[in-house]
């Protein structure tokens, strides 16, 4: 991909299955699922709490076999991993501003010391190396489930055999609880909660047996129980099956590519506000073309018809499209490499909106792409 440009359309190509941490995806946007299935890569920035978390991911699998020893091991591992993650975004010209993350990432500090603190917990579970999952004894980590035709499948963090059964224990470094409810089951995400009731179904499929308790783990190192019921376990499974095969019929039988990008996609101010791969989503740009409220996350594109450099250094720019003329202003030049490329189509992506109606200031996420995927956009 060439920086700054924005890139055909990614191809889409047959999934071999879905995992259960990707089904709650599905079922928001097939569209946006298979691209990430697929490992596309994305087009806008990666925020950095996400980059935390995969630090923290890595943390907890190497203490989950047994490779961290002391605080020493654990500070060593830690600035180890938050090397390689900035290293990859020093490496991407829409992510490198976003180093170090030790500032960019909220609760930085608080994190850290969290995760040393559910490092701790881990080692409280005696553990054992990897082993199959008819044969768990004390806790068996990073164990994969499937069906027994492998449509669905994917590794569940942990298994931990308690007297009464064995229990499903999913980590999570980010928020776990939803805004506004009361009830401990009622406050898990319910994305989370889909996630974990599907481990539950596929554990069904290979033991012929239910656990006794699937929970989740936070770095807060509470563990949270999910009421699970078994029909509903398995009426996700089912789901799950008949979506990848829905899929993949759609791209093999597919003559207009135009015809399934569209079947696929769910374009939605809520759902698409937090997509990656938006820029050269065709059905998201037709949607908030025709759907005209206010919440839909603030991109524009068009023709750029100034570019004005002010005395601070910082850039100002002009944007015509077909409803509406927009300003963006405080755009650092080092980060927008589409405004050197003297093409005059260009898309702005998560900007910040001013008090003034149409006019708008970069933010920390704000991207922007030079030329125009037409082959899309009246087919």
């Given at each position: ?23 709650p ?19 806008l ?19 989950k ?16 991993y ?61 164990v994969?489930l ?9 590794y569940v963090?942990?298994i ?16 776990i ?36 308790s ?50 696929l ?23 908030r ?24 250094g ?6 015509i ?20 490329t003297?093409?005059?189509e ?9 008090k ?24």
């Open positions: 991909m060439t920086p700054g440009i924005l890139p055909p359309v990614p191809p889409l190509k047959p999934l071999k299955r879905i995992s259960p941490s990707l089904f995806v599905f079922r928001q946007c097939k569209l946006r699922a298979t691209w990430s299935s697929s490992h596309v890569q994305t087009l920035p990666l925020v950095p709490d996400a980059r935390l978390g995969f630090v923290i991911h890595k943390i907890l699998e190497k203490a076999k047994g490779e961290l020893y002391g605080e020493d091991g654990f500070f060593s591992a830690w600035t180890n938050i090397n390689q993650e900035e290293n990859k975004m020093r490496c991407s010209w829409i992510e490198k501003h976003l180093v170090p993350l030790e500032k960019t990432a909220h609760n930085y500090e608080l994190k850290k010391q969290q995760c040393v603190l559910m490092v701790q917990n881990l080692a409280s579970i005696p553990s054992h190396s990897r082993a199959a999952a008819k044969s768990i004894q004390g806790a068996a980590h990073e994969w499937q069906t027994s035709d492998g449509k669905v499948g994917g963090d942990a931990v055999q308690e007297d009464e059964g064995d229990v499903i224990l999913e980590y999570k470094t980010g928020i609880k939803e805004s506004g409810h009361g009830s401990l089951h009622s406050e898990v995400r319910y994305d989370y909660q889909v996630q974990t009731k599907l481990y539950a179904a596929l554990y069904n499929a290979m033991l012929g047996k239910w656990p006794i699937v929970e989740l783990m936070g770095l807060d190192g509470v563990r949270r129980p999910i009421q699970f019921h078994y029909e509903e376990c398995i009426r996700l499974l089912k789901e799950a099956v008949k979506l990848l095969d829905e899929i993949n019929s759609l791209i093999s039988n597919a003559e207009r590519i135009t015809a399934v990008l569209r079947r996609a769910s374009p939605s101010p809520d759902i698409c506000r937090f997509c990656l791969y938006r820029p050269c989503c065709p059905s998201y740009w037709e949607k073309g025709s759907d005209q409220r206010e919440d839909w996350p603030h991109d524009a594109r068009g023709k750029l018809k100034e570019i004005k450099t002010l005395k601070n910082l850039i100002l720019i002009k944007v499209s077909d409803t509406e003329t927009i300003r963006v202003r405080g755009l650092h030049p080092d980060r927008h490499i589409a405004l050197k003297n093409q005059d260009v898309s702005v992506f998560s900007m910040i909106p001013d003034v109606a149409g006019s708008y200031r970069e933010g920390h996420f704000t991207t922007i792409y030079a030329g125009d995927n037409n082959e899309f956009n009246s087919a």
